[in-house]
């Protein structure tokens, strides 16, 4: 019997041909109802082709309307095109350095991986940044050296190269030194270029640069629309041809994970609804995905969804959803003033129950100001919801409320950071 086990498995593998096509990180060939972006971005580009330099480009835009997708099916498209031998180009060379700052949060980060990856240590360029190392890797140099290195390289091999900032927003130490650095590099430069493109949910993030870092951007700018659910389920059916066995998905579940997810235009969700109602039909052994797999998969997708968005929070935002969470649970002051039971919190009550948190972990409290940040961030997660305070309280201040069950997210945070039960 055992050494059956693994035959009985494959044999067992029935509703997917491929899983990875509904990973949302998986680029298809081609981007339903994108073509506007993708042409916009090209047009941006394009520049380096020609041994100009393109503008700096901010893409903006909610979570799964397909920002990071586009961005990196054009620089595929570049890439193909870069690569085509009936393509003269000349001594044109054009490199393309992509990262995810959720990852690399640091201006040192930053620096570090943009020479350390492999389209900058070509053994076709001079003086490429690993030379001379005895490992492949610069840690432990300076900052100013490893600016040096990169001008080097640019400037005595005339590359124009194309920084992606994937999720810029999540660079938190440095970032005003980082645009600067990046974008006055040019000045200096008698030979190549180097532009940005920065891609984050968030468009405040440019209200977090100084008059010296914005000055020398002299970015564009795109807002990428929600998807809604006819758009959706296109887009889910073009991943269920190549993804799915034949004939193992009902449309009528197609059409209600696009109805689910058009709620907030959201195609990262409704792939990772798919993949996981697919999961349980295999799991059930069914012959095919049904709308009770659906249902089943969106309970299961939410809560994975709340469980990572708190668990990946630096540890004083914890605190801060912890301390929202437990007094949702008693009920606030809001609510006694007022008599209603809505759920929502006053800012100041949140503040003292923070720093009563605080104080119980040994960690020092941030200010109000670095309190009130943590809150705008929480927000931008969609873990609380806030408003501002209308008639029957004095003076104006913000209400809070949380988007999901307060016991589960205390259960998460109690987890995470050790806080006892009370």
């Given at each position: ?44 580009i ?48 054009v ?7 959720k ?36 840690k ?19 590359v ?26 040019n ?42 659910a ?17 004939d ?19 195609a ?49 935002q ?9 007094l ?33 972990l ?61």
């Amino acid at each position: 019997m055992i050494k059956n086990l693994f035959e009985h498995e494959l044999e067992e593998r029935r509703i997917f041909r491929d899983i990875s096509i509904l990973s949302p990180h998986y680029v298809p060939q081609e981007l339903p109802h994108r073509d506007k972006e993708i042409r916009g971005v090209t047009k941006i580009i394009a520049p380096a082709l020609r041994n100009e330099k393109p503008s700096n480009l901010f893409i903006y835009g909610g979570t799964g309307t397909g920002k990071t997708c586009v961005v990196k099916y054009v620089i595929r498209k570049l890439e193909e095109f870069l690569k085509d031998p009936e393509r003269d180009l000349g001594d044109i060379l054009v490199r393309v350095v992509y990262m995810n700052c959720k990852i690399r949060c640091s201006k040192y980060q930053v620096l570090l991986k943009a020479l350390e990856d492999d389209s900058l240590n070509d053994e076709k360029l001079k003086n490429i940044p690993l030379e001379g190392r005895t490992e492949r890797s610069l840690k432990g140099m300076d900052p100013a050296d490893l600016y040096d290195r990169l001008f080097n390289v640019i400037q005595n091999n005339g590359v124009n190269l194309i920084i992606i900032l994937d999720e810029i927003d999540m660079v938190k130490k440095g970032l005003n030194d980082l645009m600067y650095i990046l974008t006055r590099i040019n000045d200096e430069l008698s030979s190549g270029h180097v532009s940005i493109i920065g891609i984050s949910n968030d468009r405040r993030v440019k209200s977090r640069l100084d008059p010296r870092s914005k000055s020398t951007l002299c970015e564009e700018e795109m807002i990428f629309p929600h998807y809604n659910a006819i758009q959706l389920r296109t887009i889910l059916r073009q991943r269920v041809e190549k993804g799915f066995q034949p004939d193992t998905i009902d449309d009528s579940a197609i059409r209600r994970i696009a109805a689910f997810a058009a709620q907030d235009g959201d195609a990262r969700y409704a792939l990772k609804l798919l993949q996981k109602a697919g999961e349980i039909a295999q799991n059930e052994s069914k012959a095919r995905v049904d709308l009770d797999d659906v249902g089943m998969a969106k309970d299961l997708v939410e809560k994975d969804i709340m469980t990572e968005s708190i668990a990946l929070l630096p540890e004083h935002q914890q605190i801060v959803i912890y301390s929202i969470a437990n007094l949702a649970l008693k009920g606030g002051l809001y609510q006694r003033l007022s008599g209603i039971g809505t759920g929502d919190l006053l800012t100041g009550e949140v503040y003292e129950a923070y720093e009563a948190n605080c104080r119980a972990l040994n960690r020092n409290p941030r200010t109000m100001r670095q309190f009130s940040e943590y809150l705008n961030e929480l927000e931008m997660s969609g873990l609380i919801a806030m408003r501002l305070s209308g008639k029957g309280i004095r003076g104006t201040t913000r209400l809070i409320r949380l988007g999901y069950p307060p016991d589960e997210i205390i259960q998460i945070v109690r987890q995470s950071l050790g806080l006892e039960s009370g």
